[in-house]
């Protein structure tokens, strides 16, 4: 178990776990000399459980209530320790704010100093503090009149603490571990050690860790657990760590970083949260106040953005997006507190909900209600609403690193599938996958209502056309699933419906009748539009658009604008290319046009459409053909010969 101190400055916190631990808790020079507690200090005492409890005496003074919220995160068990001769004072109730804020579970309450006062100004006191916990969830917390000085009353708090030990919930040891770091230090033929507090998992000598959010690796040499030497530490106890990585001083480490399984290793300057502004503020918290953050042990500044409304009522609760000024780490269900921006007044706290919230489209409604459904405390019970919501898709990884879940700790429920993406496995729900499936041939369809005269749209301009919306990962995805079970046909890079053909008219039919000899008779070398409009006596534009839907049927292949090639020829060029690499090794722009026994520019013409196609490479001035292409392979004759040029 771990015991955290609270008060009012000079109420006797540290007097009263020297009394109870018998260690003297303000070990700084100027601590002693000025009578008060500037930093954390920590002491153990044996209270007949299985292991030592721990205490966090935390500094009282209002300037130094950033060091008290360092301490504050993780404890098991509040002491709120309350003066006899000043009762309760502005700390006082600061400091109990901040532990209802953490949600801390269990607390016990000391009236110190009975031996200054008459025994009716203690009961005063203590009536004063049990109105003070009347509305919050300490309600009827046990207090203990005591004096450290005389040790009156010590021995009934020391009997209190030992059976709150007993009866301590023994925090998951599930998850990858993580420990806030609160302190690091030098120890003469050790070298560095980091102390904190173990909120999840467990770690051994010997495990590989990251310092947070910097990123640097360090191995664990040696571990203390609960002020013993250990081979292994878990969630809920405080850990000294000696650890040791290339080039890591204790220069580099700061109070607030944190040391994390490499699983967990993903800084973020935005949080999700559950915001709770306290009912004592004077005024209403407005969209985008600046402000204090404490997270574990670590203080930053910040954003608050609200997430429906621009202003929060005092005693309110609303969804908040926290935008930070340096990088943290966070996992969902962490508590937080937020400061003013001078750091002078504690305005609220929060739930972590999301530690990747994200910069864009943060108050729509598919977002708000997965952030309602994260209110909620396991991924189980979130995952339902999560996956309803989304459209992208969820990214299993995202959520065992937004949970603290490992792989194979948690189970996809039925009605969800796990969809394969360039990107990485995403999850949908059965019903949504198929419906974006349906939207997809019925937009395809809608196309081809509207552009009757065209085979399909290419990829691109099938998701720009039909889901504009949707990451191209997932679109691609989704297509290549209706290829595969033959809702879409693609022919080359047209994608269509399978029964969908473009028709000519009778008018075009009659127009390709006329036009086909003359491409064929061009073999090699065919005519450009302008010479078969001139040889027909037509328009220009009216050759050109049949030429254009002849191209979409795949019947001939554009190699540069207005230069149209049939099928048949483009085939039997390869097959001229692949001969001509397979007896030298790679294909010479001069040696092409000798063997084809057309000019240099439509050599070259001819060269980089192959490039295009990826049937070759260019390498310099010389090519190679691509092997895994499909014309590279094939058995074409060549059949066709080339005009002789006149």
């Not at 019903?431 to 937009?443: F, S």
Request: charged share 20%; aromatic share 4%; net charge neutral.
């Amino acid at each position: 178990m771990i015991v955290g101190t609270a008060g009012h400055i000079d109420h006797g916190k540290t007097a009263l776990l020297q009394a109870l631990t018998g260690a003297q808790g303000d070990r700084r020079r100027e601590e002693r000399e000025r009578g008060i507690t500037i930093d954390l200090g920590y002491a153990y005492a044996d209270l007949g459980a299985e292991q030592p409890s721990g205490f966090i005496d935390v500094p009282g003074h209002e300037r130094f209530v950033h060091n008290m919220l360092a301490g504050a995160s993780g404890i098991d068990l509040l002491l709120l320790v309350v003066a006899a001769d000043d009762g309760v004072m502005p700390q006082t109730r600061e400091h109990l704010s901040i532990a209802e804020l953490l949600g801390i579970p269990r607390a016990l309450v000391a009236i110190t100093k009975i031996d200054r006062v008459e025994p009716a100004r203690v009961h005063a006191v203590q009536q004063q503090v049990a109105a003070l916990l009347a509305t919050g969830p300490f309600a009827g917390a046990r207090q203990f009149p005591l004096s450290a000085v005389q040790h009156q009353g010590v021995e009934a708090l020391r009997k209190a603490l030992a059976a709150e030990a007993q009866q301590a919930l023994t925090r998951s040891q599930a998850g990858h571990f993580r420990l806030a770091i609160d302190r690091a230090f030098s120890v003469a033929g050790a070298g560095v050690v980091v102390t904190g507090t173990a909120f999840a998992g467990q770690v051994a000598v010997g495990d590989g860790l990251l310092l947070s959010p910097s990123g640097r690796s360090v191995r664990v040499r040696s571990l203390h657990a609960q002020n013993q030497t250990v081979d292994r530490a878990h969630a809920g106890q405080r850990v000294a760590l000696n650890i040791v990585g290339d080039r890591v001083s204790v220069q580099q480490i700061h109070r607030g970083e944190w040391l994390v399984a490499p699983a967990l290793h993903a800084p973020v300057t935005r949080l999700d949260i559950q915001l709770d502004l306290l009912a004592s503020e004077p005024r209403a918290l407005r969209h985008w106040s600046p402000v204090h953050i404490h997270l574990g042990a670590q203080d930053l500044t910040g954003r608050v953005a609200l997430l429906q409304d621009q202003t929060l009522e005092p005693g309110g609760r609303a969804l908040a997006q926290l935008v930070l000024n340096a990088p943290t780490h966070a996992v969902h269900g962490d508590r937080l507190v937020l400061r003013d921006q001078s750091a002078q007044r504690t305005l609220g706290g929060g739930t972590v909900l999301d530690p990747f919230a994200p910069a864009r489209h943060r108050r729509t409604a598919e977002r708000i209600a997965q952030l309602q459904a994260l209110t909620s405390e396991s991924l189980e019970t979130a995952f339902p609403e999560l996956v309803r919501q989304t459209l992208q898709g969820l990214e299993p990884w995202r959520l065992e690193r937004q949970f603290n879940r490992p792989a194979g700790s948690w189970a996809v429920p039925a009605g969800v599938m796990e969809i394969a993406t360039r990107v990485g496995p995403r999850l949908f729900s059965t019903t949504a996958w198929h419906a974006m499936q349906n939207e997809l041939t019925a937009r395809l369809a809608q196309f081809h209502q509207e552009q009757p005269d065209e085979l399909g749209p290419d990829r691109d301009r099938l998701r720009r056309y039909a889901m504009p919306q949707l990451e191209r990962p997932i679109f691609v995805a989704l297509l290549e699933s209706l290829l595969q079970n033959g809702r879409i046909a693609a022919s080359r890079p047209w994608l269509h419906l399978p029964d969908h053909k473009v028709q000519l008219s009778e008018a075009e039919e009659r127009l390709q009748a006329h036009l086909w000899p003359l491409l064929e008779e061009g073999g090699f070398d065919p005519p450009w539009v302008r010479e078969l409009a001139r040889a027909l006596e037509i328009e220009e534009s009216d050759v050109r658009q049949l030429l254009r839907k002849l191209a979409r049927l795949g019947q001939l292949q554009q190699v540069v604008k207005d230069l149209f090639y049939p099928e048949g020829a483009i085939r039997c060029l390869a097959a001229e290319a692949v001969e001509l690499a397979a007896r030298s090794g790679v294909i010479a722009t001069a040696d092409f046009r000798d063997r084809i026994g057309i000019g240099r520019k439509r050599s070259i013409q001819l060269l980089e459409y192959f490039d295009r196609m990826g049937l070759t490479r260019r390498v310099g001035d010389l090519r190679v053909i691509r092997t895994d292409h499909a014309l590279a392979s094939s058995q074409v004759s060549t059949t066709l010969t080339a005009k002789p040029l006149s």
